[in-house]
């Protein structure tokens, strides 16, 4: 097994300035924040890193930003996320040449297809770029279950060294631990839940990619550590309080998808200070308002401290 | 919150004679099997106890023969299963007339409707028939998945007394039980789950109903009472077992569905010797041969001993 | 080819009083109408005549009461609609025993299935039940579309008379009506569209069951009378008014499904004089207030003259 | 009404050589065929233009040698499909640079989003680059349908030029073609049909997309013509004809989605001599063997004549 990336490897939000550039200022403090907290890895241009809403000139610039803000402090994954194969991995290539530690791809999308062509398509990946690979399984996105056989016997080929599980199917991730522990272990399996965690660790994670801990990550790390040492009750209890915490993405009015989540976590950061705004990209709009106060209740209710008012994080976009 | 429906609550498979009667006597040795090994209450008539095959002849002869067997040493819960409202009370003041113990309707379904709809449905129900009603959230069957801020009012109303849930999804059933505790715990949040039950109990469950009880139950009842203990290790230890034991619905071939999980239930309960035959209602096939072979390979993997041998099982039906 | 059921048969509504007992005398005035108008057949208990909604005793009233007033005039075509193959055949046999000259029956629905249960069920109903047996492909309520060779081969084989099609799936639709033509025509392609009729009769079907026929039917008796005729332009023009009109079930607000449309088609039937309320069956609302205003709206744009206002039409079900 | 963009524009296929470059002189081949078959425009970078296997260079290299190749002598139109508005807007004025006459452009896709980020997107591209605009609504890749009201209130505020409706929705088609007609025809709605585009012109389609034309498009071309004139009995005899022909995609086994479907189309043309090879972009394989021949075999009785043999289609790729 990779011992590389087990462990918690949130997925980093990417701030944007009021006119929609990287705020490299607040990405910067993000990361120092995660690192700071004792995270095991970081994740960069993940589905909630923003991944499908950047432009090449955009991934470039945030994997730039955010390898040289890591500085080697711990390991860095890249999305590679893109409709088909040859487009992945020219992602892939750059993600290579500027540093990463380990590319994450999706099975394609847009186009129709079956399992014969996401095979082919981590097979083609794999080949053309030196670096371990992530599947990542996001059906909500790309409309496509990777099966756990075919993880498998990927992770037995060499192609694959881990999967990022995102389906929402706590049986079929159970399986596949279950059959990765038989087979002698070849993938590391995260899990991309947050207020499922505990019962992902309970079902054999190698760890976890929890979005939610770009607002607040000690829990998870104190979560992860409590699993290892098999002390179920704290990880219950730590689980318990981020699940509260994780209302501030069902609050909210009239958004939905990933202006409702990503658009809280920004929300969430801009209070905290850990972010200058709380912009979204093309074509979401930022949080506003009375969406803005809701989150904000949430963060005191959860005994966080907004070091910035509602209307101030209302204004940063303006 | 109501205590006379926690714990482990089995959906109880419906045996049947080569000829697709219903075997009365394997019934009750299945029944008596069941409450022996300490189980908390019974649900007969649910979807693997094959509602939606059996004809209401046939549903009464099984409420009458499973109440008799039962004879008030557990509750007994009665699946009143049909497409809409008057027909689900028709089912209701059978089940009512018959001595069961409480009702569990899902949404309506066929016909397209909304959530106005759902909540009319459960409230007329719940007028038409006095005794404890569960709502019973299955998605893959009934294409709509009931949310959470539903049942808890109606819980709060006094319309529905629990809910059991098995709409594999665990985000929302941990918010489910959030908000039942935060709403003084009207409902009975019962899951439907059988390899990530470890995890709905983290989460806050307040039992299990899980089909391959049905199978071997006892690993079922100590995980309950570790859960209750806080012992989360023998919890997860009894789940990983009980998880290695349900490959019996997934090393089939040529089958899916009913055909593949009851099948397979039914099938295990007649090498157990539990039924006489592995028999299926129209339309659906038992399963021969190589299927029961293994079927018998993973009982015998996990420490189960058949009394009869696969060909012997698939013989019985024919 | 079986000529008995081709061209127009309307999938009757059913009118209930107030009290939501089925209205007889409404139902008797309605289908009068219908053979007054030239339909070809009539089509009980399918989903627009609320089958789904129905217990097995309303069924029965609806079956002799539709056949008394049919009286031999034209073919009646009954729908025995239900989960499983038992159920179903259940249904069947009643329709036999009252008089049904064919039968319509979807595939099995709730539980999970694959295609071999799909065949066995409607081989098992065709050797219950000596009647002409037509396949309701209806995905948007059954959540499968039958595949057009499996229907095929049961029209060659003699288990299916024809096939009422529902599927919204025009492509499919002409590639059965052309291979249906290639095998010799074994069944009897009949559409369920409304406002796509011009097309379906292009690709070859047989005729059409719009429930938007119970309406106004005069003028989809002369689109097929016209298609019959090769006289296209006509078929469209009657297309075009129909279309226009058909605007009674986008029109309304805050209603869904069921409701919506069987709801605006009853609305309209009590504006005309036709049925003497608008109510529907447990758990649906009938329409009220501004939606009857919006329907009654669209008759008089389409030319049509209620008889009654939309306010006695809001109080007929008070 | 922008009468530049009605009638017959085939979604043009991208020719590969046996590694995977562009064919550019297949590519003009298949070009100069269209229109000298009488298009009225083509559109290239379409669904089945490959567009989604396409990287940032293929896609300007296919625009360039388009361009080039049809020479001002029918309208072009290109395809910006990608993620989210901004990636769209990069292809776009790439596009605009290289001298296209019209962009389309689908619904954001992969991140989860409502309506407002629809509406919003489309608005962005529009302002960002100045060309007429088709929405295209293409719920299959991008698993959401744009509603008609949008569509028409784009229309009328000048963001929308036309529609290409690839949704398979008939009735929402005929709904919107109305709606447009009552709004003064803002948009230029196309069908991206091949086997109902007969239907479709009854419904008042402006002009069709078919995938099909690149194998026989004079065919689609005399439909149109006669569809034009009224004389839809010739319309439904080349719809026929064309429909024949189509099952070049469903004859062949083991593939499925883009490799069967254009998979079909690469053949076809690789066995008419239009293209040289019938080389798929990765991860899809292309056709080969028993599949070619199928192919071959329906060509043949639909009158068409092969001038390769299956075997050297199959050889050609290698």
């Given amino acids: 097994m990779n011992q590389q990336f087990r462990g918690v490897i949130p997925p980093v939000v990417t701030p944007l300035t009021a006119d929609q550039k990287l705020d490299r200022e607040s990405f910067t403090r993000s990361i120092n924040r995660l690192i700071d907290a004792g995270v095991d ?9 923003e991944v499908a809403f950047s ?5 470039r610039e945030i994997i730039e930003t955010a390898i040289a803000a890591v500085d080697h402090r711990v390991p860095v994954l890249v999305g590679c996320i893109d409709t088909e194969t040859n487009r992945v991995i020219e992602h892939a290539k750059v993600a290579h040449e500027l540093g990463a530690d380990a590319i994450v791809a999706t099975a394609p999308f847009y186009a129709l297809g079956g399992l014969p062509e996401i095979e082919r398509h981590f097979r ?14 996001i059906p909500v996105c790309v409309h496509v279950k990777l099966p756990g056989d075919l993880l498998i016997k990927l992770g037995l080929d060499g192609v694959l060294a881990g999967v990022k599980d995102s ?19 070849p993938l590391t399996v995260l899990t991309g839940q947050e207020v499922v965690v505990d019962g992902a660790y309970m079902a054999g994670a190698d760890g976890s990619v929890p979005g939610l801990g770009n607002v607040e990550c000690t829990g998870y790390v104190r979560m992860w550590k409590a699993a290892e040492a098999g002390d179920w009750k704290t990880v219950r209890e ?7 915490l ?18 809280a976590f920004k929300t969430a950061m801009a209070l905290l200070g850990i972010f200058d705004t709380n912009q979204m990209p093309n074509p979401v709009a930022p949080l506003q ?8 209740a ?14 101030e994080v209302t204004l940063s976009t303006q």
Wanted: charged share 25%; proline share 3%; hydrophobic share 40%.
């Fill in 41 to 49: 890895g970081l994740f960069f241009l993940g589905s909630s890193g």
């Fill in 55 to 59: 432009t090449d000139e955009r991934r």
């Fill in 124 to 137: 083609l990946i794999h080949e053309a770029v030196d670096l371990p690979l992530f599947a990542y399984d």
């Fill in 167 to 185: 389906s929402n199917d706590d049986v079929a991730f159970r399986f596949l631990c279950d059959d990765n522990r038989k087979a002698g272990h």
């Fill in 238 to 244: 730590e689980q318990d309080k981020l699940a509260a």
């Fill in 246 to 263: 994780m209302r501030i993405v069902t609050v909210t009015n009239g958004v939905s998808g990933f202006g409702a989540g990503v658009g």
């Fill in 289 to 296: 308002g009375a969406n803005v106060e809701a989150v904000d």
């Fill in 298 to 311: 949430v963060l005191r209710e959860c005994g966080l401290t907004p070091v910035r008012t509602p209307e």
